[in-house]
């Protein structure tokens, strides 16, 4: 990679960011694009947010992430929302266009391109979605707009899990939904076609744990496990033995980072087919 002045900034902004593999994704990829580009992440106080908008917009940074803690706070700083980031009042990119910054999400997305990655065809199907946290209602919410049959949300907090129902509901009332806990008591387990955990069980430091047992599934049932650190979690293991078909979390995070370099420098499909080579990069940092 070589720097001068018509390099381009592009960052990720969050807190913590130690352990995000984000700069080494979109480093790779603008190499892959032959972008004369550089991604750097920025460990941000809450109280700071204001200032690095601002000093954004003063250096004309082209582009941006936004993680945990700032999905949702970010956008009182933002000039506009693209429909899906209005939708889930969440954004995980944002654009520059000239001068002006919008925010798109494309967590949703992203999980919904690995599906048909993996030839999965949600319509009329059963899903059974572990977590209402903020990547569970990206899910829940990209999910309910692409012709599924029923929807269980599993969280610990039920008001969490209420709350994500109405928004589905409010998207799509011909949806059949309903809500419990991780003991998943009132459920029929034999109907259920996808396991979605998006909780952070079976993420380090709850690394042994796993969000619920597979006892009671039929084999057909597909397991995708939005966890990505461990690749294999105590959930994908036990999918993997049981003979389910099992999704891990690495190609989530691949997919929603090319969304984001499809935002930003408006690359169609074909092309961006090119970055999945960072896959096989990805596999060597996370064990
Ligand atoms: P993210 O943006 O990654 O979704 P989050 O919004 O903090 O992060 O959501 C984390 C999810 O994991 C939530 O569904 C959370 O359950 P609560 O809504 O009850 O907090 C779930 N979760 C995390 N740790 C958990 C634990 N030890 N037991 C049960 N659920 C847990």
Redesign the pocket.
């Known amino acids: 990679m070589s720097i001068d002045s018509s390099t381009t900034l592009y960052c990720l902004i969050g807190n913590p960011i130690d352990k995000s593999l984000s700069p080494l994704i979109h480093n790779e990829m603008f190499r892959i694009f032959g972008k004369n580009s550089i991604y750097l992440a920025f460990n941000i106080e809450e109280n700071k947010l204001r200032d690095v908008i601002d000093g954004f917009k003063a250096i004309n940074v082209k582009g941006f992430n936004v993680t945990?803690p700032f999905k949702k706070t970010i956008i009182r700083y933002l000039d506009g929302l693209s429909p899906e980031a209005e939708i889930l009042g969440a954004v995980n990119t944002v654009k520059n266009q000239d001068g002006k910054l919008i925010g798109y999400n494309t967590d949703g997305e992203g999980f919904y391109k690995t599906l048909r990655n993996n030839d999965i065809d949600v319509k009329d199907k059963n899903i059974l979605l572990l977590?209402?946290?903020?990547?569970?209602y990206g899910i829940g919410i990209t999910l309910s707009t692409k012709g599924i049959k029923s929807i269980y949300i599993a969280?610990?907090?039920r008001e969490?899990a209420v709350n994500l129902e109405k928004e589905i509901k409010k998207i799509n009332p011909n949806i059949s939904t309903s809500i419990g806990d991780?003991s998943l008591r009132e459920i029929n387990k034999k109907d259920i076609d996808i396991i979605i955990n998006?909780?952070?069980?079976g993420m380090y430091p709850?690394e042994n744990l796993s969000?619920i047992e597979l006892n009671g599934f039929d084999k057909k049932t597909i397991v995708y496990d939005i966890v990505y650190k461990p690749r294999e979690t105590k959930l994908i293991k036990e999918a993997n033995l049981r003979g389910f078909k099992a999704i891990n979390g690495l190609s989530m995070l691949l997919e929603q980072a090319i969304l984001s370099q499809k935002v930003w420098f408006n690359l169609d499909e074909k092309f961006l087919e090119k970055a999945k080579k960072v896959e096989g990069l990805l596999s060597v940092y996370v064990e």
């Open positions: 945990i977590g209402a946290g903020g990547a569970a969280n610990r907090t969490k991780l998006a909780t952070s069980i709850l969000p």
